[in-house]
């Protein structure tokens, strides 16, 4: 079973990309970043002060790497879900230690450090939802959503 993935957290830089051949030989892109997934405790007054966290770096692949590298910029707050890889590295002494990565199935950015955002086309223009109006509420539960 492998190692699932969730965290919050911001981008020590933007994400880098480059071209790489996949071990079955394909060429496709890789975007990798460092994050730095914050941990937060309530404290007794009820404001919120940071507790913890840790520095990971995160690798994505294909289109998700080519919209990192385009969309994020240093600083961004990302929810980052994938797989958590083990493996060994080596500190300043040349001492082997163990690390970890986030292979990243899926990048989402946070909108608090936003200030705009404009869609593109999309791509199915015979959806039945592609107008500007937001689609009807029909309260709580919708037996026709269900």
């Known amino acids: 079973m492998p190692n699932i993935f969730q965290g919050v957290g911001n981008l020590a830089d933007a994400p880098s990309i480059k071209n790489i ?13 460092r994050v730095f997934f914050d941990e937060y405790e309530k404290n007794g007054d ?6 913890g966290g840790i520095w990971l770096p995160v690798t ?11 969309l994020l910029r240093k600083g961004a ?5 994938g797989r958590l890889t083990q493996f060994e590295a080596h500190d300043a002494a040349g001492n082997a230690v163990t690390a970890f990565s986030v292979v990243a199935s899926a ?17 199915n223009k015979s959806s ?3 107008s500007d109006e937001p689609p009807p509420y029909y ?3 919708d037996e026709r959503r269900a």
């Open 139 to 141: 309260g709580e539960f």
């Open 60 to 70: 994505t692949y294909d289109h998700t790497a080519e919209n990192c590298a385009r």
């Open 21 to 33: 051949t996949a071990r079955t030989g394909k060429a496709m892109m890789a975007a990798e970043m």
């Open 107 to 123: 990048v989402f950015l946070s909108p608090t450090r936003v200030d705009s955002v404009q869609f593109a086309e999309s791509r």
């Open 46 to 51: 009820g404001s919120y002060a940071q507790s």
């Open 77 to 81: 707050r990302v929810k980052v879900e």
């Open 128 to 130: 039945p939802n592609t």
